[in-house]
């Protein structure tokens, strides 16, 4: 059974830190380009960032470049998202994603960041 479970959301003052966790199981997690996205109460959901499934190339959202940090670490079928300098708008339910180069995807069922003072 495929999961994706997303952890380390919460409260955050502005101007802070979080680190958000997706442990992967049920598929080959290593083949995978993981991606995590966002989405604001009223919004669409948005790509914040993106691995490749060795880890060598990573892509951010201009929104987040400089401030945003994805890793993964393959053994322990975990990415991460290092979120420093937080700020209001920052505040979303954030969403882990899957895809394999076959375009097949799996989504974990999210983590709630709020950043306010």
């Known amino acids: 059974q495929v999961q994706l479970v997303e952890s380390g959301g919460g409260l955050v003052q502005p101007g802070g830190s979080l680190r958000l966790s997706c442990a992967a199981s049920?598929?080959?997690?290593?083949?995978?380009?993981m991606s995590w996205y966002r989405q604001a109460s009223g919004k669409e959901r948005e790509l914040v960032a993106s691995i490749s499934n060795t880890g060598g190339t990573t892509n951010y959202a201009d929104s987040v470049k400089g401030r945003f940090t994805i890793s993964r670490d393959n053994a322990e079928k975990t990415v991460y998202l290092q979120a420093n300098t937080l700020k209001p708008e920052d505040t979303a339910v954030y969403y882990c994603?899957?895809?394999?180069?076959?375009?097949?995807?799996?989504w974990g069922q999210g983590t709630q960041v709020t950043v306010s003072s």
């Open positions: 994603k899957a895809v394999s180069v076959y375009n097949q995807d799996y």
């Open positions: 049920g598929f080959t997690f290593s083949r995978y380009t």
